[in-house]
């Protein structure tokens, strides 16, 4: 299994409030991903990262931050969380061809 | 923008049973892989293919892509109970990828 972790795992937040998620990787690979997955939609790519402070938007970025400050770490900021951003985020790295994924953090926003 | 459709949406089968799931789009995709996902947990890699016209077997599996790198085929031989899951496709643009909605498959004992 690729080395990814999430934390938390699990996280219950009132809306307003900021809300930071972690990726840690331990392969070394170039890029990073996070998405969220909802009933209906599937995995949406909300930021990714080709390497070490350079970033760029997928397809739902509005009210998401990131930042990538070293290889093995990938942040996923929420400025002012909403109930529409209750979801599961999942970290992917990829190695060109291919992503793997890490665990997931299951997020509700109330 | 690239779109992956998969079908069917849903599937429940008897175990021993023989099924194929589809993963359809208008794109032309640099590879394309298949994942499987179980509830809490994140998708788990089962393939990837490159290739238009190539056909990959991982034991009772076996997975098709396209000639014109558009759409792709899993087979599942004889489908077991350990077979349930949410089967997902991705497809590979530059260095992104675009998901399909998923195939729920649930194979009964």
């Known amino acids: 299994d690729a080395g990814i972790t999430q934390s938390p795992r699990h996280k219950v937040t009132e809306t307003g409030t900021p809300v930071t998620l972690r990726c840690h990787q331990t392969?070394?690979?170039?890029?990073m991903y996070w998405y969220r997955q909802d009933p209906g939609h599937g995995l949406r790519l909300i930021h990714y990262s080709y390497g070490v402070k350079d970033t760029d938007k997928g397809e739902v970025s509005d009210g998401y931050s990131v930042s990538r400050s070293k290889t093995e770490d990938f942040l996923l900021t929420l400025e002012s969380a909403t109930s529409s951003q209750t979801s599961v985020y999942f970290c992917?790295?990829?190695?060109?061809?291919?992503?793997?994924f890490g665990p997931g953090t299951r997020l509700l926003v109330l | 923008t690239q779109l992956l459709e998969q079908s069917p949406q849903f599937l429940s089968i008897q175990e021993g049973e023989n099924l194929t799931v589809y993963c359809n789009s208008s794109s032309v995709f640099s590879s394309l892989q298949w994942y499987r996902q179980e509830p809490g947990e994140g998708p788990v890699l089962l393939v990837t293919v490159v290739t238009g016209g190539e056909v990959k077997k991982l034991k009772r599996l076996t997975f098709q892509f396209g000639d014109a790198r558009k759409d792709s085929s899993l087979h599942i031989t004889a489908a077991q109970p350990g077979d349930t899951g949410l089967y997902l496709c991705a497809g590979e643009y530059g260095q992104n990828f675009v998901f399909g909605p998923g195939t729920r498959l649930s194979v009964l004992p």
């Open positions: 992917a790295i990829s190695n060109q061809e291919t992503q793997y």
């Open positions: 392969e070394n690979h170039r890029y």
